[in-house]
């Protein structure tokens, strides 16, 4: 059956995540099934999600020529990692408007990784369609839940688009130009278009031009490679669970005269109540990262440096 001769509206069956396939069967993206002019020459490279994603974006900053290797779920983008498969791996791990991803910390505590490198990506979604489609034809959007959520602006300026999510954004576009539906579209970058030869509606629709994901760029620790000029330290520590634990812990970084730029809590799996703290210190020396923890030790009872790394610059604000 050709293009034309298709209904006027496939049915899309959605994507909750990725492991749940599509009626076309389509997982996520290997490199060797990547074009030849997209497989780079340098190291592999995980990202969670499909080629022309956001990650894919970070990666060519933060990798020079990586050979991409899409990955269904974050987890085996980690274990791809750890297990060698690949070189390194390139992850989201907050968003200035949507926070922590908090499962890229679960991920860093639990694998023999490090951080070697951050990048700040400036994040500019699109409505995008098939070539040849009018906006007036649009009646469904698909798109991460994250980047729905940061264009409710738009949507409810066009209430007959009803929005779905999808496991990632730049799958959405690879989806809809697949079913070649014109009543479908996807949020996601002007590279998803690109890359998937499918055409911008409408560009920057988001509704705060303040929205920017910092990226880290993860090795097995063992490969990382030790920046001199680095200027910042990720830290991963627990305390005990006794009254100013950590108050004291706390009060030991601000005797050294560190500067907390984050710092996030998770709950321990499987102790109740117990939390695991991920901090973000600056620091003028490497030395000073280890006096960070050091500094550290005598009040926790697990301390685990996730990287030392350069901060990356920080964008001149929109406003």
């Given at each position: 059956?050709?293009?034309?001769?298709?209904?006027?509206?496939?049915?899309?069956?959605?994507?909750y995540g990725a492991r749940k396939q599509s009626n076309l069967q389509t997982p996520a993206t290997t490199a060797t099934q990547l074009p030849a002019k997209d497989r780079g020459m340098g190291i592999k490279t995980a990202i969670q999600g499909e080629p022309g994603s956001f990650s894919h974006e970070a990666a060519l900053r933060l990798v020079d020529d990586p050979v991409i290797v899409p990955c269904a779920l974050s987890a085996d983008a980690f274990s791809a990692l750890a297990e060698g498969a690949v070189s390194a791996a390139v992850i989201p791990i907050e968003n200035s408007l949507a926070g922590s991803v908090s499962e890229h910390f679960d991920l860093l505590l639990t694998h023999d990784v490090v951080v070697e490198r951050e990048a700040l990506l400036r994040i500019r979604h699109n409505?995008?369609?098939?070539?040849?489609?009018?906006?007036?034809?649009?009646?469904?959007v698909?798109?991460?839940?994250?980047?729905?959520?940061?264009?409710?602006?738009?949507?409810?300026?066009?209430?007959?688009?009803?929005?779905?999510?999808?496991y990632d954004t730049a799958g959405s576009v690879k989806q809809l130009v697949e079913l070649r539906d014109r009543h479908a579209a996807a949020i996601a970058s002007e590279a998803a278009a690109?890359?998937?030869?499918?055409q911008i509606l409408q560009a920057d629709i988001e509704d705060n031009p303040e929205n920017y994901t910092r990226f880290f760029l993860v090795r097995r620790t063992k490969d990382a490679v030790a920046d001199r000029a680095s200027n910042k330290v990720s830290v991963a520590f627990s305390v005990e669970n006794r009254?100013?634990?950590?108050?004291?812990?706390?009060?030991?970084?601000?005797?050294?005269?560190?500067?907390?730029?984050?710092?996030?809590?998770?709950?321990?799996?499987?102790?109740?109540?117990?939390?695991?703290?991920?901090?973000?210190?600056?620091?003028?020396?490497?030395?000073?990262?280890?006096?960070?923890?050091?500094?550290?030790?005598?009040?926790?009872?697990?301390?685990k440096e996730l990287g030392r790394y350069q901060e990356a610059a920080k964008p001149p604000s929109q406003s």
């Open positions: 059956m050709t293009p034309d001769a298709l209904p006027e509206k496939t049915p899309i069956e959605l994507w409505l995008i369609a098939i070539s040849g489609t009018s906006i007036g034809e649009i009646d469904r698909f798109s991460h839940p994250v980047a729905l959520a940061q264009c409710r602006r738009f949507l409810a300026d066009h209430p007959r688009m009803e929005s779905y999510a999808f690109q890359y998937y030869g499918a009254a100013g634990s950590l108050v004291s812990a706390l009060a030991e970084l601000s005797a050294l005269g560190v500067n907390l730029t984050k710092i996030e809590s998770r709950p321990v799996h499987g102790r109740p109540w117990e939390y695991i703290f991920y901090v973000d210190c600056q620091i003028h020396a490497e030395e000073e990262a280890t006096r960070v923890l050091d500094a550290l030790r005598p009040h926790c009872s697990m301390v």
